[in-house]
């Protein structure tokens, strides 16, 4: 069962197989959880809010690190 990890968020994906759930979960982020700004970002990198609210402009594999 694979269950969102923002805080205060309680959705669940309901699918029929792990890969179902994770494409789940990937539309259920873009949804809810992503805004679009309109920022100048380097190729590579991506844009993640910090806990106190702030943005931080890191390379992709770190914000899959930073979020762990």
Same mark, same amino acid.
């Given at each position: 069962m694979?269950?969102c990890s923002?805080?205060?968020?309680?959705?669940?994906?309901?699918? $029929?197989?792990?890969? &179902?759930?994770?494409n *789940?979960?990937?539309?259920?982020?873009?949804? @809810?959880?992503? %805004? @679009?700004?309109?920022? %100048?970002i $380097?190729?590579?990198?991506? *844009?993640?809010? @910090?806990?106190?609210? %702030?943005?931080? @402009?890191?390379? &992709? %594999?770190?914000?899959?690190?930073?979020?762990?």
């Amino acid at each position: 069962m694979i269950r969102c990890s923002q805080a205060d968020c309680g959705w669940v994906a309901i699918a $029929p197989s792990e890969r &179902a759930a994770l494409n *789940q979960y990937e539309a259920h982020l873009l949804e @809810t959880h992503v %805004e @679009t700004v309109e920022a %100048e970002i $380097p190729d590579g990198y991506v *844009q993640v809010r @910090t806990e106190d609210g %702030e943005w931080k @402009t890191m390379r &992709a %594999e770190d914000a899959r690190e930073f979020h762990d």
